[in-house]
């Protein structure tokens, strides 16, 4: 069975450009999730989905981060205008989850993205 | 707060040796449910392992083993005979069922398994 898939496996861009990172979860399941790493903040969610709705997205940085599931098996986090400060790897998860059970996050192989 | 404490940031063992890679945690929830992922240098993460807060019984595989402790909210994790494999970060996760579906992850172990 594929595991979550992320595109571009890399990034390099330059200040100011438009990116966009692409996701496809694991068929069947229900919740995504966006999470950053860095070296100085470690792993930080960003927002997550539950059957395509935005659940929380406190995480967030700004406003030129979004983020949008238009459906299951689909999901795309935008930086729009990039900064350098946005440089990091951007994992993409998803599990599914029940009424009652908290079920495995499985992820992607993540994106680095390069801000120059 | 963090609810999930790693207190060991870098750790160094030589080949073979025995390894303990410590997780504290914090909740309120009765019902939550514990993780551990690792995180090799090629930079994906891995699941290694999920454990609910109704089953205290410790856990094998292989040469890994788990500690689940609710008494003193840890959930420690070791590396038996460890490998020059093995060395990677490890992420110590939980999951409250109160919360929805999010994972609080604890900062990461870094893992040197020396020839």
């Known amino acids: 069975d594929a595991g979550v898939i992320q595109s571009p496996r890399h990034e390099v861009t330059e200040m100011g450009q438009e990116v966009t990172l692409r996701c496809k979860p694991i068929s069947g399941h229900n919740s995504l999730f966006w999470y950053r790493q860095t070296m100085m903040r470690g792993l930080e969610l960003l927002i997550y989905?539950?059957?395509?709705?935005?659940?929380?997205d406190s995480g967030m940085p700004e406003d030129r981060f979004s983020a949008k599931m238009p459906n299951a098996s689909f999901s795309t986090l935008k930086i729009q205008p990039s900064e350098p400060r946005d440089s990091a790897v951007y994992f993409c998860?998803?599990?599914?989850?029940?009424?009652?059970?908290?079920?495995?996050?499985?992820f992607g192989p993540g994106t680095r993205l390069l801000v120059l | 707060a963090q609810k999930v404490t790693q207190a060991q940031t870098e750790i160094s063992v030589v080949e073979k040796e025995d390894v303990t890679l410590d997780c504290v945690y914090e909740t309120r929830d009765t019902t939550y449910y514990l993780f551990w992922y690792k995180q090799p240098p090629s930079g994906e993460l891995v699941f290694l392992i999920r454990r609910n807060s109704f089953d205290e019984q410790n856990e094998i595989s292989g040469r890994y083993s788990w500690n689940f402790q609710k008494s003193t909210s840890s959930f420690n994790f070791t590396i038996t005979a460890s490998q020059v494999v093995d060395s990677a970060v490890y992420f110590c996760?939980?999951?409250?069922?109160?919360?929805?579906?999010?994972?609080?992850f604890g900062t990461g172990t870094s893992l040197t398994v020396i020839p």
């Open positions: 996760a939980l999951s409250e069922q109160n919360t929805g579906n999010q994972f609080y």
């Open positions: 998860a998803s599990s599914y989850a029940g009424v009652l059970n908290q079920e495995t996050q499985y």
């Open positions: 989905f539950n059957n395509n709705v935005p659940i929380d």
